[in-house]
Structure formats: C-alpha cells, structure tokens
C-alpha cells in the first residue's frame, strides 16, 4: 500500500496541553498536508509545507517536515476541547492526488 | 462551509445496483477529486479531473467511472454494487492541478444493503 503511517494512532490529553503527531509517507513530495476531520465529516485543510520547507506555523500549528527521513509532525499548542476530531497526512507529488496517512485520533477533555 | 457541494448525503441501495453521486466544487476551482473513506481500507484516492480531463488515477474499480462536465462540476458512477463498496465518498476541489490544499465537501455515504 502507498498510504503513510501515523503516530500514535489515538491521543488523549488534557485541555491546555500539547499534541504532537507524526506522520511518515513512502515516495518523493511535492508538499505534504494536514487535515482536520469532526465524526463523519469531510476534511478541513490545516496547513501545506512544501517540500523545500522545513517548518511551518499557523496559528496554534506547528508543523516540520523532514524529507530525508520522509516524515512530518504536527504540533498543536494549549489544545482546547473543539480539537478533538481525527487529524491526517497526506502527502502530494507531481499531480494534485493525496495520499493519506491512517490518521490519529485527538481527544481533548475539558 | 468548504463551498463543495455533494449530493446526496446518504445512498442506499442494494447489490448489483447503479448509482451517481454528484459533486460542484468551490467558485473559480478548476479540479476536482474523488476518495472513498472506509473502515478498512482508509482514504483512497480514486481520480483526479481538471478543467474537464482526466489528470490523475488512482485504486478506481473498472465497474466505478467519473467525469466532470464543462460547468466543472463532476459525477462519479458505480455500478454493479457490492456489499464491500459501502462507504464514504468524498469530493474536493482545488484552483489548480497540483500543489494546492483542497477543499473537501461533506461526502456520500453510501450503505449497499
């Protein structure tokens, strides 16, 4: 399968704590992607990294992306209970297809 | 609100069956995409249309077909229907054919009785 691995596959922690997941994928990048998706609803873009960037912020996102090791992490800061959801890499080569990642499921308790 | 519209938002049908979902992507998008998000197999990438050509495919079934039609929005058929082709389908649009984010609608689901 080309899809990539995430880790770990569930998260959960305290409202106002970190998260941080990881992401590998198999083949060469163009950029690589994060998406937010809520029980049973279509995906939220969350931020691009391009494949000749190394880090990325937006907002409360952080996100690095390392092509030698072909991995990516997400961190997300002072997490707040509405960040619960599945969050997924996908990464993009030459044409606008994703391939995701399993995905990690967030939760944030109040 | 992504501004991708998908229609209808569930499906039931039976094996063997036909059926077409729909899809109109965001204002000023020229490609569209199309995943099936399953339990076990996860989120697919199926094909990729730009500006009305086929730009990208990717695991589509021979029995599943798409197009997209000069007003950019898109269709994507199934037929002969199987028990295991339950699942969500969703459609994303982006301004151009690479190197973009993409804006997902809220899916199909379609459950194959």
């Known amino acids: 399968s080309q899809q990539g691995e995430e880790d770990p596959q569930a998260l959960s922690i305290q409202e106002g704590e970190n998260a941080t997941m990881n992401c590998s994928y198999k083949?060469?990048?163009?950029?690589l992607q994060w998406y937010r998706q809520n029980s049973g609803r279509g995906l939220v873009h969350l931020i691009l990294?391009?494949?000749?960037?190394r880090e990325k912020h937006s907002g409360r996102l952080r996100v690095t992306l390392d092509t030698s090791k072909k991995s990516s992490s997400l961190l997300i800061t002072a997490s707040r209970a509405a960040d619960t959801a599945s969050y997924f890499c996908?990464?993009?080569?030459?044409?606008?297809?994703?391939?995701f990642g399993q995905g990690t499921t967030l939760q944030v308790k109040p | 609100d992504s501004g991708v519209t998908q229609t209808p938002k569930h499906l039931i049908t039976a094996t063997g069956q036909r059926v077409t979902l729909r899809c109109s992507p965001r204002s000023g998008d020229l490609s569209v995409y199309w995943y099936q998000q399953s339990l076990d197999q996860g989120l697919q990438f199926l094909i990729q249309?730009?500006?009305?050509?086929?730009?990208a495919k990717g695991n589509i079934l021979e029995r599943f077909s798409a197009q997209q039609f000069p007003d950019l929005h898109s269709e994507l058929n199934l037929s002969s229907l199987e028990l295991g082709d339950s699942a969500l389908y969703f459609c994303a649009s982006s301004k151009r054919a690479e190197n973009q984010p993409q804006h997902f609608g809220d899916g199909t689901r379609l459950s194959i009785l």
């Open positions: 249309y730009y500006n009305g050509e086929e730009r």
């Open positions: 083949t060469s990048i163009n950029n």
């Open positions: 990294i391009r494949s000749n960037e």
């Open positions: 996908a990464s993009s080569g030459n044409t606008g297809k994703l391939i």
